[in-house]
């Protein structure tokens, strides 16, 4: 088995896998190969950015399947072909169809999750031979995260690829569906793949053209256009109208691109005849072995009974990322043929334990297919709960076996196997085998009965009998979510009586009430051998309430919501039972009225991918600006071949890694590194001591010449608003997290095996962790009193007619920005120093680092080309970080390269301010609210940073769209020991917004007013001030309200969601409509100024250069526009480059949605500028003119170009645009203006286990002209997305007094597994956007009149006045994020339907995030524990 060489092929190249490597992932080495196009977001197979496609021949056929390379052993893509991003398309090849689709349909906005989504959808192509099905494309897509998006444009780009019921749409649609003539191309080539050509179109398809919109499904002139659609309003203006169904051609820039791929890869023929053997690869950490028959497998288990043995190493995978290390032997058992074998008997199937989770589905559906219905109703079970196991990057290689021997307490298939009575077969060498049932086999928390030497050989799974029935429930954080947190399989065998059914036999088995899956055997002695009826029902929730005695600590969850979730699915379990024997014997079930379906969402049939459209102004053919022209890196981001900080790669570049603090607060009382640096590849250790001077931290290899021989001059403290931070704790931390020194090694592998070696020594001290530890305890942050406040409130909360008091709980939210924060430092000669980073605050971090390192500004440059998203996390807290980088950076000589995986990034950066909010509001009978004093508590974390910045802009924003006339909101920000919070889009905002929101929907509920009436009432007027004291456009407020609530058809819908709740007692809908009112600008004064750098080469072409970060909001793509509209060339004439110190100076962040409007107009200023001093060049010559001859024609811009290089003029020009008007916080003009908008939402919430869909979104915004209404639109069906994360999903658990099994001050919540952000299956499924039209000259008269920019140009609207805004448009970043709250408002009325339903005041507090298991208490029913509380938000 020895010394045998491994390979595979990489998009058609033969590759030799390294030796001594079995403890690589695919990943790694893909990119150590160069093929960065694969990403790394999480690392624990839930983002899927780093998806690639693996062919293989499997029994005969071609094998194509989607894999997370980050869990993907290097070792197992042996005798396989890899095809990644870069392997299907490139710009230079051409793009591939859906490369070009998710491109030019405004699909990829940051671009970090782009080559995942591409890889996906390829694979799904490849391996349904042709064009799946769109419910394929939505399972597929649960495999892919993306946080910009809002996913609506990608979902939209691949449902072209979509095989669409033939009757679904009309011939028109059906015809635009058709694949472009380039994917037709594509898949010719791909024949020999065993992808299959388009198909004939069906009969069906032929049908005549009706004029039914395939997006809407109601009569549209639309006729399944093929572009944004213009119309005409009644005022004659020109409208677009963008229908998102057919996937149709969405970008101005389409028709100019070249889409051919010519480069799909084939299958090598050298892999068709592949025959695995065995193997034994030894190596310094990790031998890996590859038996591949059967004996040897398990003379090799007899052999090394400590030997991992590895099927898709999907947990194996995970455990090793958590506990950094490598099991020393792992054996590969895919190989086996026994073990991927499958064999249906008459009364059972045979399931080999090395069968993955796709087969096993593709299994349950033939057999689903062809067995008698009653007999295969465990596997349709089964298939039902593989359908929401995770994404196909999963399934593909997941493994029935690795599944069961995981043993987690909420495994999906012990739970069913469990209670369907299947049988596990166990096998061990010399021939042995025994059979176990389920509930013998699992003994402990992931403990399972086996012998050492034996495996697990698979499982058989009984067919179910005539009256027996199998149903297991799951209850997630969401409603498609793969973890459980807890679930129920129950089977019972049924005989009917003279009157009804006896209960011949019954199983429950539990998983996530106990540390294993278990029966629950009091509830089944309920049911053995009682009749079909009410009681029994009742008296086995009793019994199954007294199964339930403790919770599976890892759920996170109280038992009291473990109760009343196994509750519910018992009830649940008998609705559907009763319904099958109703459809038996009619009459003879009747436990339930016909408003108890048992319908769950998740359940719910599939219909259609998500749809929607967009209405937005349409620009004059000639401009440049108003036209939605693509994301100008989109290609590039969809090919791969787009760079982020992190695909760097610098000779001699070394890899650093953080040891950080595991304490909540304590004394550092030793820190030892001298393990750590006397292992492989480390060139370094360095912490406080290194900032004093003292000793040398570094290794052997320092001596050996690396060492930075000048003095230094660093400065310990850091902080970029307040330095109350140190670069390396020095005597304590004051949080976990905390960095205390930094290991820098040859490989990031290397590093952190020694970050994990070095040891630190505390002495605990107290700590707080919440906001109320905060305030009983008097830990507050100094700081300037922060206040809003207008007239008398103490009088008038005592004349008005009611008066109220309560509060309002907001949890914290992570960015997860896809892109994990990354910088590459490289010492240079002299001193200097250059930084390339992942953030938003290029110039922040060339001061902050600057100062740490004790050099001068003009030293170092930070350069960042793109970001991979940030939402506000990457503009301070890894400057630090980055810092520490540098010491090390200098002290060895290397360039340096700092990533933090996801658990670090997301346990150490921050993260939106969780607020805590007291009030005490006075209203009158009629709804208008008349005072109001509250007080909201924000948890800064253990540092100040941003925290003064992020109560002082929620405050400015306390009112939201309404005047209480009033009002009093004052702030404070709690010191803790949690990681530092820091801004996040919004910037608190959307936090306080939601509690004026709070309190305008309890008293609609305390007055039985339609919330939308108290809203309405209570909003702005023509004329008045907002409680800051700028003056407020109320008519445009107004406006996209009233908007709003006609094109949502609010009212009619309203009064359908109260029929449909009528008649439906388990499942209720709620619809809600929520203004938002958003000032754009910096309250920080000196920050709203930028600048660009435009220069003009000889060639024409433009090369612009700006202070501004692209991050995926599109601004590059802005700022070309407005130079091309400005010097009047077309936009492929003028390219940006990378944003850089040493280009533009001094630059602020690109945050606060004010970047488009800063560095636009400063290119806006260059390149007036520039046509000023080309005007005499572009001009006819004079003599030609009085001749009349062809000269005549002015010159070509290159042309006048040329001729101004002759001249002697400068062709370069430095660009400036700064507010100087605005007041800052106190003054009367905060902001630079208010954007305005406006979201209706219905969702449908399932009572029994609280979680929800969205059905339809209707969001209005204000944007004046809109830049590039595609880039607005994307922004703002991203915020709205991620704005409901905030307020209906995403909750961070911190260990503290409610989580107490938790170590203090640990964020438990540190990877996409456990921290949920909104999938594609989240999206409303009609999701509608409308910007508003603009009033002609409304925008410039909003400009501060001192504003420092020039003329603006070529669009309605305001030319003539002094400009302020770009081209009259407005910014979009920030001010959509709020509307995504309507979803909770939504959910909130539907929460008070179903408690009205019960008999319960309708009101109830919920928090924010209203996760799935607050809305279930919340909901309080006879299923959940009596006084039963909702459980707290953490933090
Ligand atoms: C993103 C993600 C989503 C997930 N979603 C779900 C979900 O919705 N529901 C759910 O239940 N689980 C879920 N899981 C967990 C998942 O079930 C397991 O990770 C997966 O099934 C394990 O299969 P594997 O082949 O990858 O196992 P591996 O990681 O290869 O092995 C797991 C364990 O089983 C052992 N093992 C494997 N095969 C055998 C055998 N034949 N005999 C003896 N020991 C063996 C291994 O030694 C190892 O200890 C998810 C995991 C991920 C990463
Ligand atoms: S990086 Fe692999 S799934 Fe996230
Ligand atoms: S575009 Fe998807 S994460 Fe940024």
Excluded at 699 to 713: E, I, M, R, T
Excluded at 775 to 788: M, Q, T, Y
Excluded at 1427 to 1433: C, E, F, S, T, V
């Amino acid at each position: 088995m020895k010394g045998q060489a491994l390979f595979c092929y990489v998009n058609g190249k033969r590759r030799d896998l390294p030796s001594e490597s079995a403890e690589l992932t695919l990943l790694e080495f893909l990119r150590d190969e160069g093929l960065t196009g694969t990403k790394l977001g999480c690392g624990e197979g839930v983002c899927g950015s780093c998806t690639v496609m693996i062919s293989e021949s499997f029994e005969g056929k071609l094998r194509h399947r989607s894999v997370n390379a980050c869990l993907f052993p290097l070792y197992a893509a042996d005798g396989k072909h890899v095809v990644t991003v870069e392997g299907i398309g490139s710009l230079r090849s051409g793009l591939h169809p859906v490369q070009q689709r998710l491109a030019t349909l405004h699909g990829s906005q940051c671009g970090f999750c782009t080559p995942g989504f591409v890889m996906a959808m390829y694979a799904l192509l490849r391996a349904t031979g042709g064009r799946p099905s769109e419910q394929q494309i939505r399972d597929n897509l649960a495999g892919n995260l993306c946080r910009c998006t809002g996913y609506r444009p990608i979902v939209d780009a691949f449902k072209v690829f979509a095989q669409v019921p033939a009757n679904a749409y009309t011939n028109d649609s059906i015809q635009a569906q058709q694949p472009s003539p380039e994917s037709s191309n594509a898949a010719a080539h791909a024949a020999e793949n065993g992808f299959p050509g388009p198909k004939e179109p069906t009969q069906q398809q032929q049908l005549p053209a009706k004029k039914i919109c395939p997006s809407t499904g109601q009569p549209c002139d639309c006729n399944g256009a093929a572009s944004p659609t213009n119309h005409r309003n009644a005022k004659g203006n020109s409208f677009g109208v963008q229908h998102s169904s057919t996937g149709t051609k969405a970008s101005a820039d389409e028709g100019t691109m070249d889409l051919v791929t010519c480069s799909e890869p084939v299958f090598p023929a050298e892999l068709r005849s592949y025959q695995p053997q065995d193997l034994r690869l030894p190596g310094p950490t990790c031998t890996w072995l590859r038996p591949v028959t059967l004996e040897s497998l398990l003379e090799t288990r007899k052999k090394y009974p400590e030997a991992r043995l590895v099927a898709g190493h999907n947990e194996v995978g995970i455990e090793r990322k958590y506990n950094q290390t490598t099991p020393s032997m792992l054996i590969s058992i895919c190989s086996i043929p026994e073990l991927n074998h499958i064999q249906t008997g008459a009364e059972e199937v045979w399931v080999g334990a090395a069968v993955t989770l796709t087969s096993l589905m593709d299994l349950c559906s033939h057999l689903i297919s062809s067995r008698p219905a009653h007999e295969i109703r465990c596997f349709n079970t089964l298939r039902n709960q593989l359908h929401h196991f995770s994404g196909n990057q999963v399934r593909n290689t997941a493994t029935v076996g690795g599944n069961i021997m995981n043993a987690s307490p909420i495994s999906d298939i012990n739970a069913i196997m469990m209670a369907a009575g299947a049988v596990y077969e166990l096998a061990s060498a010399g021939g042995h085998r025994s059979r176990i049932a389920p509930e013998h086999f699992l003994i402990g928390y992931r403990k399972v009965k086996l012998q050492a030497g034996q495996i697990l050989l698979g499982i058989s799974i009984p067919f179910t009998a005539k009256y027996e029935y199998v149903s297991e429930y799951k209850q997630s954080h969401k409603r498609d979510d793969f973890l459980a947190v807890g679930n129920a399989a129950f089977c019972v065998s049924l005989e009917p009586e003279t009157e009804g059914w006896h209960l011949k036999e019954a199983k429950v088995a539990l998983g996530g009430v106990a540390p294993f899956t278990q029966l629950a055997s009091r509830a089944a002695a309920a049911m053995r051998g009682q009749s079909w009826s009410q009681s029994t029902l009742n008296n086995t929730l009793q019994a199954i309430s007294a199964d339930i005695t403790e919770t599976s600590e890892s759920t996170g969850w109280k038992l009291d919501v473990h109760k009343a979730a196994v509750a519910s699915f018992l009830f649940r379990f008998f609705m559907s039972v009763s319904a099958e024997l109703e459809a038996e014997v009619p009459g003879s079930a009747p436990l339930f009225g016909p408003a108890d379906q048992p319908g769950i969402p998740a359940d719910l049939p599939f219909d259609g991918l998500s749809k929607g459209w967009q209405h937005f102004p349409v620009a004059a053919p000639e401009a440049v600006v108003g036209h939605s022209h693509m994301h100008m890196a989109a290609r590039s981001q969809t090919t791969g071949e787009a760079m982020f900080a992190g695909d760097i790669k610098l000779v001699g570049m070394q890899h650093a890694v953080l040891v950080t603090s595991t304490r909540a607060r304590a004394k550092i009382l030793s820190v030892n590194a001298s393990n750590a640096l006397n292992m492989k590849g480390i060139s370094g250790f360095f912490d406080a001591k290194a900032m004093r001077g003292e000793g040398s931290n570094t290794s052997a290899s320092v001596a050996s010449g690396l060492h930075h021989q000048q003095q230094h001059n660093y400065n310990n403290a850091a902080g970029h608003m307040k330095q109350d931070e140190e670069v390396f704790a020095s005597s304590e931390v004051h949080t976990v997290g905390q960095v205390i020194g930094i290991i820098t090694a040859e490989t990031e592998r290397q590093a952190r095996a020694a970050a994990k070696a070095v040891q630190v020594e505390y002495e605990d001290l107290p700590s707080i962790v919440s906001i109320q530890d905060a305030i009983a305890a008097g830990s507050f942050f100094d700081g300037p009193e922060n206040k809003v406040e207008r007239g008398k409130v103490e009088e008038w909360l005592s004349k008005c007619d009611r008066v109220l008091e309560g509060s309002v709980v907001v949890g914290g939210q992570e960015h997860f920005y896809l892109e994990p924060q990354v910088s590459v430092v490289q010492p240079q000669e002299n001193d200097e120093l250059v930084i390339h980073a992942s953030t938003q605050a290029a110039t922040a971090y060339q001061h902050d680092i600057a100062r740490s390192l004790g050099l001068p500004s003009h030293k170092v440059v930070c350069h960042v080309k793109r970001v991979g998203g940030a939402f506000g996390g990457k503009e301070t807290r890894f400057i630090p970080v980055t810092a520490a980088a540098a010491v090390a950076a200098r002290e060895i000589n290397r360039p340096l390269r700092i990533a933090l995986d996801r658990h670090e990034d997301m346990a150490i950066t921050g993260h939106r301010h969780p607020f805590f909010i007291k009030y005490k509001v006075g209203f009158n009978k009629d709804g208008k609210v008349v005072a109001m004093d509250a007080e909201a508590f924000s948890n800064g974390g253990w540092c100040l940073d941003m925290s003064q910045a992020v109560i002082g802009k929620a405050l400015l924003h306390a009112d939201n769209a309404y005047r209480v006339p009033h009002m009093c909101f004052t702030g404070r920000i709690c010191r803790t020991n949690t990681a530092s919070n820091t801004s996040m889009r919004g910037l608190g905002g959307p936090q306080i917004m939601l509690a004026i929101e709070s309190i305008m929907d309890r008293v609609a509920a305390e007055l039985q007013l339609a919330p939308e009436h108290v809203r309405s009432l209570n909003m702005y007027r023509e004329g008045e001030k907002a409680v800051c004291g700028q003056g407020v456009e109320a008519g445009q407020l107004r406006a996209c309200w009233d908007q709003v609530l006609e094109t949502s058809g609010f009212e009619e819908r309203a009064g359908e969601v109260a029929r449909f709740n009528q008649g439906s007692r388990w499942r209720k809908r709620g619809i809600s409509t929520v203004p938002v009112k958003f000032g754009i600008g910096f309250a920080g004064k000196f920050m709203n100024q930028g600048g660009a750098l435009v220069h003009i080469y000889m060639d024409g072409t433009v090369l612009v250069t700006t202070g501004g970060i692209e991050m995926g909001q599109g601004l590059h793509t802005k700022c070309c526009m407005v130079a091309a509209q400005e010097l009047g060339i077309p936009l492929d004439k003028v390219h940006i480059a990378e944003t850089a110190t040493d280009k533009v100076p001094n630059t602020s962040p690109s945050a606060a949605s004010a970047s488009s409007d800063l560095y636009c107009m400063a290119v806006i200023d260059a390149c007036s500028q520039l046509k000023g001093r080309l005007a005499p060049f572009r001009r006819p010559k004079s003599d030609a003119q009085q001749n009349g001859d062809a000269e005549a024609r002015p010159p070509s811009f290159a042309e006048a170009v040329q001729a101004a290089y002759q001249a002697l003029v400068d062709l370069s020009a430095h660009g400036f645009h700064a507010i100087t008007q605005l007041t800052g916080p106190g003054g009367d003009m905060p902001f630079k203006y208010w954007t305005y908008g406006a979201a209706a939402t219905e969702v449908e919430l399932d009572v029994l286990t609280g979680t929800h869909r969205v059905i339809r979104a209707d969001i209005v915004m204000d944007l004046g002209q809109p830049l590039n209404p595609a880039i607005d639109i994307g922004q703002i069906e991203g915020a709205y997305v991620q704005g409901m994360g905030m307020t209906c999903k995403e909750e961070l658990v911190w260990g503290d007094a409610e989580h107490s099994w938790l170590p203090r001050g640990h964020l438990q919540t540190r990877g996409p597994g456990s921290y949920m952000i909104p999938t594609a299956d989240d999206i409303p499924d009609d999701l509608r956007v409308t910007l508003l039209e603009d009033q002609p000259g409304r925008i410039a008269s909003l400009s501060p009149p001192d504003c420092h920019s020039r003329r603006q140009n070529g669009r309605s609207g305001g030319e003539d006045r002094p400009p302020a805004l770009v081209h009259s448009s407005k910014n979009s970043g920030e001010p959509p994020f709020f509307l995504g709250a309507s979803a909770f408002f939504a959910l909130k009325q539907a929460v008070y339907a179903a408690r009205r339903d019960a008999g319960l005041p309708a009101w109830v507090q919920l928090d924010s995030p209203a996760s799935t298991e607050r809305v279930r208490m919340a909901c309080s029913d006879h299923l959940t524990p009596k006084g039963a509380l909702m459980p707290p938000i953490c933090n």
